[in-house]
Structures are given as structure tokens and as C-alpha cells.
Nanobody, 128 residues
């Protein structure tokens, strides 16, 4: 069993930056694909960014490419999402996710239905 705890959300203005942090315990998450998803009321949870077990491969949804960066520190069991140039449409609850799949899916990278562990979510609100 892996527990994921997110932190770093908050209220910011458009154009600002935030860094989300997700820490896993008690077991090492180094074998897992790690990712961030987000969800707004009435909509499905959507993939935002993913990183493979070594940290050498990443995937992003088109809407955040060039603005968001995912990274991981396996020694600290931590994954980060650096969000720059935030827009009002980035407002959502952001969820950390762990997937035991050996590689990204050929489509978006990570699929909601295959996630093994979820964090509790952290709210990001961007005012325009």
C-alpha cells in the first residue's frame, strides 16, 4: 500500500507560479509511473503530466506544455509539478497518482482507469 500526500496548492493570480509536491509513504515509489491529474466540478478527471520511474521520460497534456514541468526525486519519494504562467483555466483540484504500469500509454500517457494509488487532492485557484 502506498499513501500519497499532496501539498502546495493555493490561490494565485493569473501569470503566477506554484509548485505542487507529492510525497509517498511508506514504500518506495521508484518503480511507479507518477503523474498529476486535475478535476473541476462536473467534469472528468484529466491527465496533466506524467514521469517514468527513472525520471528520464515525461508526458504532458497539450494545454500545459511549456508552462508545467514534472520532476521526481526517488531518494525522497517525492514528485513535483512546477506550474508557471498560470491561467484561470488551470483552476482545479490537482491529484497525485501512482501507476505500476511499466510505460506510458501510447495516447495521453497515463489513464485514470489504470491508476493504482491516488492522493487526496490539493486545490489550485487562479484568479484572472
Amino acid at each position: 500500500q502506498v499513501q500519497l500526500v499532496e501539498s502546495g496548492g493555493g490561490l494565485v493570480q493569473a501569470g503566477d507560479s506554484l509548485r505542487l509536491t507529492c510525497t509517498a509513504s511508506p514504500r518506495s515509489f521508484s518503480p511507479y509511473l507518477m503523474g498529476w491529474f486535475r478535476q473541476t466540478p462536473g467534469k472528468e478527471r484529466e491527465f496533466v503530466a506524467g514521469i517514468n520511474s527513472s525520471g528520464g521520460g515525461t508526458r504532458y497534456v497539450d494545454s500545459v506544455k511549456g508552462r508545467f514541468t514534472i520532476s521526481r526525486d526517488n531518494a525522497k519519494n517525492t514528485v513535483y509539478l512546477q506550474m508557471n504562467s498560470l491561467k484561470s483555466e488551470d483552476t482545479a483540484v490537482y491529484y497525485c497518482a501512482a501507476d505500476r504500469a511499466p510505460r506510458f500509454t501510447p495516447t495521453q500517457g497515463m489513464d485514470v482507469s489504470s491508476i493504482d494509488y491516488w492522493g487526496q487532492g490539493t486545490q489550485v485557484t487562479v484568479s484572472s
